[in-house]
């Protein structure tokens, strides 16, 4: 069964700075990998999505993560980050169409000014 | 356009008690599911579904039912209310299983004393 680690609990991050959301994923087949996002008090909703294809997947707000098969990784990333970036964020797993998707335990992340 | 409606918002229970959380969708999706999210431990999978007639077991599956009769609705039960069982719900949906986005709905806090 896949299953995905999250491995930092919260990251803190000045406002403009880089940032890196790690999530690492176990299966043994082909995966699908997504990316939530929940803003304080509200509910989860879709930050980006990896099917197939380009292993590059880019957000409309300035995310990007990477699908790296032989790390078995899909980190989040941003180059500059905004004070509205500050939300928790999980990472997803499913091995296919009629399969389950699991969550990771998420990531906080707090921008500092 | 409706999405993904969760009833009700909020409940109390006792513990022993019975209740059904209510999850409906206007989108015609194949798949639907339960998590609970509690502080530092994510999303975890309560059952889901991937049609009508069909429900598996997530990974937290003890004390909770579901049931499919309808494309529409998933019904989540807690047959006897434990307090371990404090948590806020979700109810998602998506088109096509673990290869397309979650819906997700508003969310449900119970609370079980």
């Known amino acids: 069964a896949q299953s995905v680690t999250q491995l930092d609990s919260q990251v803190p991050v000045f406002e403009e700075a880089p940032v890196e959301l790690r999530c690492n994923y176990s299966?043994?087949?082909?995966?699908?990998l997504f990316w939530y996002v929940q803003y304080p008090n509200q509910g989860l909703q879709l930050l980006l999505k990896?099917?197939?294809?380009?292993?590059l997947v880019e957000s409309i707000n300035g995310f990007e993560a990477e699908f790296n098969k032989s790390q078995t990784s899909f980190h989040l990333r941003k180059p500059s980050v905004h004070i509205s970036d500050t939300a928790e964020y999980f990472c997803?797993?499913?091995?296919?169409?009629?399969?389950?998707?699991?969550f990771g335990k998420g990531t906080r992340l707090h921008i500092l000014p | 356009n409706a999405g993904v409606t969760q009833t009700p918002k909020f409940q109390v229970l006792k513990t022993g008690q019975s209740m059904t959380l209510q999850c409906a969708q206007d989108?015609?999706?194949?798949?639907m599911s339960w998590y609970r999210q509690d502080p530092g431990m994510g999303l975890r999978l309560i059952h889901y579904?991937?049609?009508?007639?069909?429900?598996d077991q997530g990974e937290v599956p003890n004390g909770y039912n579901v049931s499919r009769s309808t494309t529409e609705d998933f019904p989540l039960r807690l047959l006897s209310a434990a307090p371990s069982q404090t948590s806020v719900y979700f109810c998602?949906?998506?088109?096509?299983?673990?290869?397309?986005?979650?819906?997700f709905g508003n969310g449900t806090r119970l609370t079980v004393t």
């Open positions: 998602a949906s998506s088109a096509t299983g673990g290869v397309s986005p979650l819906h």
């Open positions: 299966s043994s087949v082909s995966v699908y």
């Open positions: 990896y099917l197939s294809g380009s292993t």
């Open positions: 997803a797993v499913s091995e296919g169409r009629d399969d389950k998707i699991i």
């Open positions: 989108m015609n999706h194949e798949y």
């Open positions: 579904s991937v049609g009508a007639g069909i429900t």
